[in-house]
C-alpha cells in the first residue's frame, strides 16, 4: 500500500462558536462578578452555562465557569430557563466555581506547604500524630466550620434586631416583597435576605479565620453552643 493510498487523518473539529449574553452582577466577600450566560450548539443540541468575570480581576486571573447546566433544542430555551434563575441560585452557582478553584489552588505544593504548616502547628492545636507530623484538621472539615460559622454570624446579627426593624429591613431588601410562606418562593426571598446581610458583614476571609480558630478553637464551640443551644446571645 503507497502512503497516497491512505486516507489523510480528518482535520481536528473547531470549537463551536459561543454566544454570551449578560445576566448582571453579583458581589461575594467584597468583590463584584459580573455573571454571563454562555450558549453553544452541539451537534442538534444546545448546551450552556455560566461564566463568572472578576471586575477587579487580579493579574493571572481568569473568569470562572460552570459545568454544563443546559441541554436544550434550541438556543431561545436556554435563555428562557437561565432567566427563570433566581440571584440566589447564581450565587451559589459562584460559591460553588469559587469552592473548585479554591481545592485547585490549594492542591499546588506552595499552598499545601501552607496549609500543612498551619494545620500542624502545636501551638494552634494540630500534630496529634507522630512528631506532630499529623493535623488535627483537614482542609474540607475547616471549610464547613468556615461556612458554619459565617452563618452564625448572620444568626446573630439577626438576633440583635428588634423584630419591627427587622422586618422593615428585609422590606427594603427585597424591594417591598414580602416573603409569604404559604408561597413556593418563600426559600428564595429569606435566601436573598441571608445573602444580602452575609455579604455585608466584616467577616474574615478563610485565610484569616484558619489561623483565628486553630488558636481559640474552645472559644469558636463555647459561642456555638451558646448561640444554638443554650438560647442566649454570647
Same mark, same amino acid.
Not at 426571598?189 to 466584616?202: F, K, N, T
Given at each position: ?5 491512505? @486516507?489523510?487523518?480528518? #482535520? #481536528?473539529?473547531?470549537?463551536? !462558536?459561543? %454566544?454570551?449574553?449578560? +445576566?448582571? &452582577? ?6 463584584? =462578578? ?11 443540541? =444546545? ?6 468575570? #472578576?471586575?477587579? /480581576? ?13 441541554? *436544550? ?14 440571584? !440566589? ?12 478553584? &479554591? ?10 506547604? =501552607? ?6 502547628? /502545636? ?10 507530623? *499529623? !493535623? ?12 458554619? %460559622? ?11 434586631? *428588634? ?5 422593615? &429591613?428585609? @422590606? ?9 410562606? &404559604? ?6 426571598? $429569606?435566601?436573598? +435576605?441571608?445573602? %444580602?446581610? *452575609?455579604?455585608?458583614? !466584616? ?5 484569616? =479565620? ?11 464551640? @463555647? %459561642? $456555638? ?10
Amino acid at each position: 500500500m503507497r502512503a497516497s493510498d491512505v @486516507d489523510p487523518a480528518p #482535520p #481536528p473539529e473547531a470549537p463551536a !462558536p459561543e %454566544y454570551r449574553r449578560s +445576566v448582571g &452582577a453579583l458581589e461575594r466577600d467584597g468583590r463584584g =462578578w459580573a455573571c454571563e450566560l454562555i450558549a453553544f450548539a452541539h451537534g442538534d443540541v =444546545w448546551r450552556g452555562g455560566f461564566a463568572f468575570l #472578576p471586575t477587579d /480581576p487580579k493579574p493571572g486571573e481568569d473568569e470562572l465557569r460552570t459545568a454544563t447546566i443546559f441541554v *436544550e433544542d434550541s438556543q431561545a430555551e436556554i435563555h428562557a430557563k437561565a432567566r427563570s434563575m433566581g440571584r !440566589p441560585l447564581l450565587e451559589a452557582l459562584l460559591d460553588s466555581a469559587l469552592h473548585v478553584r &479554591a481545592q485547585e489552588r490549594a492542591s499546588s505544593p506552595f499552598l499545601q506547604r =501552607w496549609f500543612r504548616k498551619v494545620l500542624s502547628d /502545636p501551638e494552634l492545636g494540630g500534630g496529634d500524630g507522630i512528631d506532630g507530623a *499529623e !493535623p488535627r484538621a483537614d482542609l474540607d472539615e475547616l471549610r464547613s466550620l468556615y461556612a458554619s %460559622y459565617r452563618m452564625d454570624q448572620v444568626a446573630h446579627f439577626i438576633a440583635l434586631v *428588634e423584630p419591627d426593624d427587622f422586618h422593615r &429591613a428585609v @422590606d427594603e431588601i427585597l424591594d417591598g416583597q414580602r416573603i409569604d410562606f &404559604a408561597a413556593r418562593d418563600r426559600l428564595q426571598l $429569606a435566601m436573598i +435576605v441571608v445573602e %444580602y446581610i *452575609e455579604s455585608r458583614l !466584616p467577616l474574615p476571609p478563610f485565610e484569616t =479565620w484558619i489561623v483565628d480558630f486553630l488558636g481559640h478553637r474552645d472559644r469558636y464551640q @463555647d %459561642y $456555638a453552643h451558646e448561640l444554638h443551644r443554650e438560647g442566649v446571645l454570647p
